[in-house]
């Protein structure tokens, strides 16, 4: 009874953040004890433990990586880089930093985990970070957000490094946690913050459904002392935020909640169509945010502009005005997505691309208008020649709203053709630029196993693939019933497979498989494969999905004339 009175009344500040003893974190002994050191050309790498939070009961040991450039000869912005879910401390990455002039440290938050043999000890706390106990002090989130502090506390503490100058990096929980802590710790100068968010209230996504299905006592205390958007208010260092348009962890509508939160300077960037991944060209904005936040080096970022919805010669036009940032020659363009549907939908969804023409004093482009009764959402990205990059959005308008009567523009089924087996592009979390999509079967049965993602040397074994995209909840709004394509059955091997997978996330993604059996004396034939032969497929009800033709040979089947039909 004590606790649900408790949670159900209206917290204030002094109730949030009196869980956070920020004197004990700055000041508490960190015994640390270094283990080794190495050098790596002029960097220097020391393996460590150091304390976090101690008391009659519990003594916990972080374990990292920290690394410096040697004879610096003069005091160091320091990183602290925090890991997601799962992961653990990264050598590579505070190498890589302290190749570019930082000091960096890397903790370990997971713990324990099978093939470990360093890593933070827990001792017997429970690391399931939706374990929601009685008391704030005494749940997972709480010590891993101490355990982050404290290593800003041993970051401070090296003679090379300057304390006025720490950043942070989080990657997914990483990120959630690292916003968490910029707004409690004053001694954080900026954050780079990944993916992960706050919000979890506010979503249905596969990080907060842990949360959310708490009685509404429990969840209410995660909402009041772990969730990062009720901090956002009082953060202390700027902050860049990257989201993906597509994140099935941490959604955009809550990563905007959380941006607009934000009472320092800050930017964000959105990366169209994929899922907890990032471009090549948003992945380069994060050292230079580093090198602005913590250097003092002249590398601005875009400003967001003005933007304004019009209805012109019947036609919906998205117009981005130019003000002064624009202006500037460093400016390289606009680009612009837009979106159908609910604007509640958040995960898998497909975002096509808008083609922003300059005019005078601004970008302008067409936004198509399928249904004018149907919402359509949008988002923008400035880009710079320098190489910045800012987003604004997300933006909602109806167009019967606008004034617009008629349909502009009709439904074209297949978003994107990858020939090449999905080079350049990024599939649920699959894909980077220099990797490829892949199906593996079962060589003795012939049998679907799984998808699998091919290096740029091609391993592992290589399976041909080619590819089509769609958007799933268009085709269930328009009416098509199935898919229809040509296939040449003398360049099967054993069986064809067919599939249908969703843009969802790494352990969730749904696929769907129907296999062609291989023809004697057969070249081309005609398929039609009804969607209801792919069990569980709602049209309408799922978001972005990909069609692959793959077959158990090394070259691609001919498998041309792709088509959906109603």
């Known amino acids: 009874m004590f606790l ?9 500040c002094a109730d949030t953040y009196s869980i956070w003893d920020i004197e004990k974190i700055r000041s508490a002994p960190l015994d640390v004890e270094v283990v080794e050191e190495q050098k790596a050309g002029r960097v220097v790498v020391r393996t460590l433990y150091f304390t976090s939070d101690a008391n009659e009961t519990r ?61 933070t000890d827990w001792a017997k706390q429970s690391l399931n970070l939706h374990d929601i106990k009685k008391s704030p002090e005494k749940n997972f989130i709480y010590d891993a957000a101490v355990a982050v502090m404290r290593s800003v506390t041993f970051l401070c503490s090296q003679d090379e490094v300057d304390a006025s100058r720490i950043g942070l990096e989080g990657w997914s929980w990483g990120s959630y946690l690292i916003l968490l802590v910029n707004g409690i710790d004053p001694r954080i100068r900026t954050c780079v913050a990944g993916y992960g968010c706050g919000g979890f209230k506010f979503e249905d996504s596969n990080c907060s459904r842990g949360v959310n299905s708490q009685s509404l006592a429990r969840r209410q205390m995660w909402y009041d002392f772990y969730d990062p958007l009720a901090y956002a208010g009082r953060s202390f260092g700027s902050v860049l935020m990257i989201n993906p348009t597509n994140d099935a962890f941490f959604w955009l509508n809550t990563a905007v909640m959380n941006f607009n939160a934000v009472n320092t300077r800050k930017t964000q960037i959105f990366a169209a169509n994929l899922d907890h991944e990032m471009d090549p ?103 710079a020649l320098n190489g910045t990059r800012s987003s604004f959005g997300t933006g909602d308008v109806v167009p019967s709203g606008k ?15 990858f020939e090449e087996g999905a080079k350049d592009w990024l599939v649920g979390n699959y894909l980077f630029a220099d990797e490829r999509l892949a199906v593996m079967e079962d060589d003795k049965q012939g049998k679907f196993l799984e998808i699998q993602v091919l290096n740029a040397q091609g ?108």
Not at 4 to 12: D, G, I, L, R, Y
Not at 295 to 309: C, H, M, N, S
């Open 4 to 12: 649900a009175t408790f949670c159900m009344q209206k917290k204030t």
């Open 59 to 119: 003594t916990y040991r972080v374990f990292g990586y920290y690394a410096f450039p040697k004879d610096a000869g003069k005091k160091l912005p320091a990183i602290l880089f925090v890991h997601g879910g799962g992961g653990t401390a990264d050598r590579n990455t505070v190498i890589q930093k302290a190749s570019q002039g930082y000091a960096c440290f890397s903790l370990d938050w997971t713990g324990k985990a099978p093939g470990r043999d360093k890593y």
């Open 281 to 383: 060209r948003t992945a380069s904005c994060v050292g230079k945010w580093f090198d602005r936040e913590l250097r003092g080096i002249d590398l601005e970022f875009p400003q967001t502009p003005a933007v304004k919805l019009e209805a012109k010669n019947k036609k919906l036009i998205l117009r981005v005005a130019e003000g002064s940032d624009l202006r500037q020659p460093q400016t390289e363009g606009v680009e612009a997505y837009c979106t159908y549907g609910d604007p509640g939908r958040w995960s898998g969804r497909y975002w096509y691309f808008v083609a922003m023409k300059k005019e005078k004093d601004s970008w302008a482009g067409e936004l198509p208008v399928l249904d004018i009764y149907d919402t359509i959402s949008y988002i923008c990205t400035l880009s």
């Open 403 to 417: 004034g617009i009567k008629k349909p502009t523009a009709q439904y074209k089924p297949f978003s994107e053709d």
């Open 459 to 566: 391993k592992p074994k290589q399976y041909a693939v080619r590819t089509h995209k769609f958007d799933g909840y268009l085709l269930g709004k328009f009416g098509y019933t199935g898919l229809s394509f040509k296939v040449n059955h003398s360049t099967i091997t054993g069986k064809f497979q067919v599939l249908l997978y969703e843009n969802e996330s790494r352990k969730n993604q749904r696929i769907k498989a129907v296999t062609i059996t291989k023809k004697e004396g057969v070249e081309w034939e005609e398929v039609k494969v009804p969607f209801s032969d792919f069990k569980g497929l709602k049209l309408g009800q799922v978001d972005a999905l990909w069609i692959t033709g793959a077959s158990g040979s090394s070259l691609s089947p001919s498998f041309d004339d792709f088509a959906v039909y109603k």
